[in-house]
T-cell receptor, first 114, second 115 residues
Framework: AQTVTQSQPEMSVQEAETVTLSCTYD???????LFWYKQPPSRQMILVIR??????QNATENRFSVNFQKAAKSFSLKISDSQLGDTAMYFC???????????FGTGTRLTIIP | DAGVIQSPRHEVTEMGQEVTLRCKPI?????LFWYRQTMMRGLELLIY????????DSGMPEDRFSAKMPNASFSTLKIQPSEPRDSAVYFC?????????????FGPGTRLTVT
């Protein structure tokens, strides 16, 4: 069974700074998908970014980028120029193709300080 | 374009009562998921459907839980009888698997409180 670990329960950073959230996972699969979801206080789950394991290039979405290290089974999220609206819980998730089940980590609560 | 719609947004019920949660997926999506979020267990998949057929129900806690998808635009999650430990936020999500994209879009959730 796949497991996803987020070792940082809480983080805080000053507005406009850069912050990196960590995620590691355990799988014997060679092909899979990794995701970061954001859950603001409204509790809506919002997809932030997606990475396919077969792609060597790290995914980027505006201020959000990932550092995908397949050999190390690491998938960190970098938020540049952080904004107050980035305050939320961030969940890392794993999916194996052929079964669309998302396995989530325990989340990191990120607070952006004005 | 409407996202995933869930109703009710909040539900408070007494132990032993039947609870029905409802979900309307995004039009055109062919997979639907029910997740539960609690402080103790985090986010966990209960069941998912593809083309209205249940594919993986290994996360359904016990026989008190049942889910149906009678058509492509509607699904229900029923708990009968409900227990206090069922208190949680229940999310419905939908996706369209296309060209290797597996993005799931979540509804706003239903906060269930069983007293």
């Amino acid at each position: 069974a796949q497991t996803v670990t987020q070792s940082q329960p809480e983080m805080s950073v000053q507005e406009a700074e850069t912050v990196t959230l960590s995620c590691t996972y355990d799988t014997s699969e060679s092909n899979y998908y990794l995701f970061w979801y954001k859950q603001p206080p409204s509790r809506q789950m919002i997809l932030v970014i997606r990475q396919e394991a077969y792609k060597q290039q790290n995914a980027t979405e505006n201020r959000f980028s990932v550092n995908f290290q397949k050999a190390a089974k690491s998938f960190s999220l970098k938020i540049s120029d952080s904004q107050l609206g980035d305050t939320a819980m961030y969940f890392c998730a794993f999916m194996k193709p052929g079964n669309e089940k998302l396995t989530f980590g325990t989340g990191t609560r990120l607070t952006i300080i004005p | 374009d409407a996202g995933v719609i869930q109703s009710p947004r909040h539900e408070v019920t007494e132990m032993g009562q039947e609870v029905t949660l409802r979900c309307k997926p995004i039009s055109g999506h062919n997979s639907l998921f029910w997740y539960r979020q609690t402080m103790m267990r985090g986010l966990e998949l209960l069941i998912y459907f593809n083309n209205n057929v249940p594919i993986d129900d290994s996360g359904m806690p016990e026989d008190r839980f049942s889910a149906k998808m009678p058509n492509a635009s509607f699904s229900t999650l029923k708990i009968q009888p409900s227990e206090p430990r069922d208190s949680a936020v229940y999310f419905c999500a939908s996706s369209l698997v296309l060209a290797g994209l597996y993005e799931q879009y979540f509804g706003p959730g239903t906060r269930l409180t069983v007293t």
